[in-house]
Each structure stands twice: as structure tokens, then as C-alpha cells.
């Protein structure tokens, strides 16, 4: 059997693929060498990866509103970031080292996961993510084309994967993880997909989800069927990894949402781990960093403990 590992990026303004993906094949990699290293050239040797890109679609939209993006300081940043990153041991991924990061603050996050809930009752939490996460809100107007462009790739290359059998390790970042949400209940449910109705994801591991927040549950595909058809069917194994402070996973707990998966035998395991998240994006602390993830020791052990598995 094939093992594929697929990674999906999250929101906001993205370089160009070949870069982005250089990014976070390099931290991923990286990572893995840097906690198993007498195993990781073994374990890496011939694994296909497949990058989900979909920044032409983000990038178009947020300059569409008046966002403003320098790409080329952008990657620059990205690349500092890595390189600091691997100063770190895997010991290093600490609270000590974490609160010498610069500005590192948990106000936003504590704000949010204190208000998630009694906004989304007022009715209000859905203008304040169009001015935090505009393209989240955007992604879930059903009146735009956006979210159906943005899933477009994951749908087409992960139904060949599992026409073929295939071994999959799925790794989703922020937005990305409510894509990877999406595709997998459609996979589930919809009728074009019922040729791979049997077929199961190995591992789905979502880093810096919002899936927590209820907002966002409100606008999941399946969020207003009954019963256990709200859910996807093809998840053999889920792990979150929410950092510290990062404000887009306040909620950090993904067990406690989606615990009628458990019961209902749809998905074996749903485990969550918080973890400090050292990634430094232009002079300050960024919990959010997607690279600053994949680095992370909890990143490299759900890998390696998934490339093990026959």
C-alpha cells in the first residue's frame, strides 16, 4: 500500500506554491530529523507528498478587498522563521522558551475562547471573523464561488487516493482544516463520491484549527443534518494540535465537539495536545505559524508513528 502524505495550507496572503511548499516540506522534514534520527532517512525515503495549494484563490481575494500584500518580504520572513526554528531542540518546545518569544501574549486567545460561545448566540461572531479571518468568513458565503474553488484540488487528488487505495496521512492547517473538514463529510455523503464510500483516511491531523469555535461548527458541512449524517464517515484516526495563544484555535479541544464520532464508531480516536508554538514572524511571536507547527515535536511523532504503521 502506497502512503501519501498530504498537507493543506491555512489562510491569509501565501507565496507562490513551489516556495510555500519548499517552506513546509523543509520544517516537516526538518523536525522529523531532529527527533528520530537514526530512523528518518529510512522513514523518508520514497514517501510521496502531495501540497494542496489553493493561494492564487486566497491572494485574489483579499487584494480583491483591499488587502495589501509584499510577497517578497513575505518569504523572506518565512525563511527567517525556519531558520530560527532549528536552533531549537526537541527539548527546547517548552512554556520557559515559549515566554521568551518576543511579544508572545495569551490576551487575544483568552478573549476569544471567553466570548466564543455568547457572541455566536448574539448573533455577532460572524462580523467579527470577517475582520479578523475575511477569507474564512468568505469561505463559508454561499452566495460566492470561493469555497468551491478552494476544496477543488483536495477533492480531486485525495478521491484518486483513496480510489487506489492508498495510505493517507492528511495534515491541515487553519483554514485548511475546515477544507479538509468539508471534503471528507462530502466524501461521506454525497453521491458522487460512493464509489470511494468504503474507503478511510488513516490519519487526519489538524494544527491551528478553528473547528472548536461555534461559529464555525454552525457552517460545517453537515452542520444542520440530523443525527450522525452531520458527520464524515471516513476518518479512521484524528489528532488536533492547538498551540498556546493561538488566537484562529482558541478552542483547543476538538474531542468534546465531535465526541458523537466516538460513540457512534465513525472515527476510532480523537485526541487533542496543546503545544507551544516558538515561530518568530516578523520580530514577534506568531502561535498561529504553520511552519512553527510542523517543527513541533507532537508534529514529527504523529508522522513518524504514521510511516511505522504497515
Avoid at 513546509?24 to 495549494?53: H, M, S, T
Avoid at 482544516?177 to 461521506?188: C, E, G, N, Q, R
Wanted: glycine share 8%; hydrophobic share 35%; net charge positive.
Amino acid at each position: 500500500m502506497t502512503k501519501e502524505l498530504y498537507l493543506i495550507h491555512g489562510r491569509d496572503f501565501k507565496p507562490d506554491e513551489p516556495e510555500l511548499k519548499k517552506n513546509w516540506v523543509e520544517a516537516l522534514k526538518y523536525g522529523i530529523k531532529r527527533d528520530f534520527p537514526e530512523q528518518a532517512d529510512a522513514l523518508l525515503n520514497g514517501l510521496k507528498i502531495k501540497f494542496i495549494y489553493y493561494g492564487e484563490e486566497s491572494n485574489a481575494f483579499l487584494r480583491g478587498i483591499g488587502k495589501r500584500y509584499d510577497s517578497d518580504n513575505d518569504l523572506k520572513d518565512r525563511r527567517n522563521c525556519i531558520k530560527l526554528l532549528k536552533q531549537y531542540a526537541k527539548k527546547d518546545f517548552n512554556k520557559k522558551k515559549y515566554n521568551k518569544v518576543p511579544n508572545s501574549n495569551p490576551f487575544k486567545e483568552g478573549l476569544a475562547d471567553g466570548l466564543a460561545g455568547f457572541l455566536n448566540i448574539l448573533g455577532v461572531a460572524d462580523n467579527l471573523i470577517t475582520k479578523v479571518a475575511p477569507d474564512m468568513k468568505e469561505y463559508w458565503n454561499h452566495d460566492s464561488a470561493f469555497g468551491s474553488r478552494v476544496r477543488h484540488s483536495l477533492s480531486k487528488h485525495l478521491s484518486k487516493s483513496f480510489k487506489n487505495d492508498n495510505d493517507v496521512l492528511l495534515i491541515s492547517h487553519s483554514l485548511g482544516t475546515l477544507i479538509a473538514y468539508d471534503v471528507l463529510w462530502k466524501f461521506s455523503h454525497y453521491s458522487e463520491y460512493e464509489h470511494i464510500r468504503d474507503k478511510k483516511l488513516s490519519c487526519l491531523l489538524t494544527l491551528g484549527s478553528p473547528l472548536g469555535d461555534e461559529t464555525v461548527k454552525d457552517n460545517l458541512k453537515g452542520a444542520s443534518a440530523k443525527g450522525l449524517r452531520k458527520y464524515p464517515t471516513c476518518i479512521k484516526k484524528w489528532i488536533n494540535i492547538a498551540a498556546e495563544d493561538d488566537f484562529i484555535s482558541h478552542d483547543q479541544a476538538i474531542q468534546n465537539d465531535f465526541e458523537d464520532m466516538i460513540s457512534a464508531g465513525l472515527v476510532n480516536s480523537i485526541v487533542d495536545h496543546r503545544i507551544y508554538n516558538l515561530a518568530e514572524r516578523h520580530g514577534g511571536s506568531n502561535p498561529h505559524h504553520g511552519g512553527g507547527y510542523l517543527i513541533h515535536p507532537s508534529v514529527s511523532k504523529a508522522v513518524v508513528n504514521w510511516l511505522k504503521q504497515n
